[in-house]
Structures are given as C-alpha cells and as structure tokens.
C-alpha cells in the first residue's frame, strides 16, 4: 500500500472530466463514456471496474494516449496527455512479446531503441527478469513458455522502458484461474518492489478486490464513475495469497456490494433493451 504522506499529495493520473464520442457509420454517434472524473495516487494499484461496454478500455486507451478525448482531460505527474508517451507502458490482455527474440532480448528491446548502453540494458534487463521468475529461461524463446510465462515477458518489458505509470487492459483475462491467481499474486510482489503506479482494467471482481487499493467502478450508457472505492478492509497493506484475502474482515461484504451494483447494471441494461423493441 503506498505511504500515507504520499496519498495526501497531488495525483500521480487526474482524469478530469473525460467524455468519448465515437463516430459511426451513416453519421451516427455513441458516448462512449461520458465526464469520467478520478484521481490515482503515486504507488496506487487502481482498477477499472464494470459491465462489459461501459467503456474501461476506452479509458485505458485514452490515458495511453492511443485515441483523443472528445472533452476533458487527463494529467500525469501534472502534464496533460496528448499522444503515447513512454511514461505510459501498456499490457495488453493478448501477448505482445517478440517472438522471434528471446525473453533476454525481448526484455532489452526498448532500452536499446532509447539508447541504454549494452552493459547497462543487460544489467537491467536481469532485474525485470528475477523480479518476474524467469531468470532460469532467459535464452529461451516466447513460444517456448506458457501463456502466464509470456505475459510475465510482456510486464518485464513494459517496466523495464522505465514508464512513470503501468496500463494493464485485462492482463489476465486469457489465464485459466490457477495461473490467473499466480500472476495476480506475482503482481503485487512486482508493485511492492518496482513501486509503480497501476491502472487496470477489469471485469472480474475477485481481481480488482485482490489487486486494487482503489476501484472505479463503471456504470454503462454512456460509461460513468458510479463509485470511487478505496479497499479499506485491507487496512493499509496488500494481501500475499488470494486465501489470505477471503479470510480477511470486511471482504465478503465489499464483494457482495460489487456483486449489486454489477447486477443493477445488467437490469437497467436489460430494461433499456426491452424498451427498444
Ligand atoms: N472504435 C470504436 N468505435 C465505435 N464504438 C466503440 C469503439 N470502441 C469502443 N466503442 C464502444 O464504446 C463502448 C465502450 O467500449 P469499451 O471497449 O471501452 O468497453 P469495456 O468496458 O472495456 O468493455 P469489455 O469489458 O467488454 O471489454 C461500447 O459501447 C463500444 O461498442
């Protein structure tokens, strides 16, 4: 969990009234999401959380600055957003990993496009590598590995760039659930050592509680801030073992109120569907 004194500070990511219209064939248009508005703090693991459609993604996608907003805007480390930038790493839910490289080289590949000396990028490169316990098969190429191997290849890459904030569009979503446990896990050791600042996008509850110190939680049409949560039953630290987590006070009732607001969602989306016909 970050420090106190840290959260008390300016944010690390304001997004401050984002809105997203897109335009569609026939000149159609679709809001996206409409005057998304919330902060994350400098070390804070932050989750996107919602329905499918509710526009996390697209969220995501504007703070990586793959696409504009139609309004709003977003800050990081106080400077706005205009554009990809390198102190924004993503991962991607599909893996992105060279292939014809080996994890080494995958690792490196960044830090040599920017100009780090060879010594220095192999010096990093086993950092990132031990940090994701892979060190035994750095020569070993991606399509050697298993599926949560090669998206641990994806974070090392993405952090070793140095980015000032990690995205993560459902990074896990492929895994099956013992792996998915195992890299969710593996991620917060990561946060605790690297002391990076996460935003994540999810739609899966357990996930975001887990990880999360703080959840925004996404209502659809178009996409809003429904609730800003901070993960309070966890009391200031961050949970080791998804066992650990489902023992602890207070968490079955902070699943229960996600579990509700999920399902209203859903009626209201259903409603709204009905009333089409
Ligand atoms: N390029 C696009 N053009 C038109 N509409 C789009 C585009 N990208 C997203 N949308 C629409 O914006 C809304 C939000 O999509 P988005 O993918 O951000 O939601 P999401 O919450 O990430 O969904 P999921 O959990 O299913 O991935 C949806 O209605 C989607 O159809």
Redesign the pocket.
């Known amino acids: 969990m970050p420090p106190k004194s840290f959260q008390a500070a300016s944010p690390k990511l304001a997004v401050r009234g984002v809105g997203k219209r897109?335009r569609?064939n026939g000149g159609k248009t679709?809001d996206?999401?409409h005057d998304v508005s919330f902060d994350v703090m400098e070390g804070e693991i932050c989750a996107l959380l919602?329905?499918?459609?509710?526009?996390?993604?697209?969220?995501l996608r504007m703070v990586a600055g793959l696409e504009d907003p139609s309004s709003g805007a977003m800050f990081l480390d106080n400077a706005q957003i205009d554009g990809p930038h390198k102190s924004r790493g993503m991962v991607f839910q599909r893996y992105t990993s060279f292939d014809w490289m080996t994890v080494q080289k995958n690792v490196e590949y960044g830090m040599k496009i920017n100009g780090v000396s060879k010594a220095d990028r192999g010096a990093q490169a086993d950092h990132f590598i031990q940090m994701i316990q892979l060190s035994k098969f750095k020569n070993a190429y991606p399509c050697q590995l298993s599926g949560g191997m090669q998206q641990r290849v994806a974070i090392a890459r993405t952090l070793a760039n140095g980015p000032s904030i990690l995205l993560m569009d459902?990074p896990f979503g492929a895994l099956d659930a013992e792996t998915k446990w195992q890299m969710q896990e593996l991620m917060i050791s990561i946060v605790e050592t690297s002391k990076v600042t996460v935003l994540i996008?999810t739609?899966d509850i357990e996930e975001a509680i887990f990880l999360a110190d703080r959840i925004i939680f996404?209502s659809r049409h178009p996409?809003t801030v429904r609730e800003n949560m901070v993960t309070e039953f966890k009391d200031g630290r961050r949970f080791s073992s998804h066992e650990e987590m489902i023992e602890a006070k207070g968490f079955h009732e902070i699943e229960k109120k996600i579990m509700h607001m999920m399902r209203d969602e859903m009626r209201n989306d259903r409603e709204e569907a009905l009333q089409e016909c």
């Open positions: 897109y569609l679709i996206a999401v919602g329905p499918s459609g509710c526009g996390k993604s697209t969220v459902e996008v739609h996404m996409g």
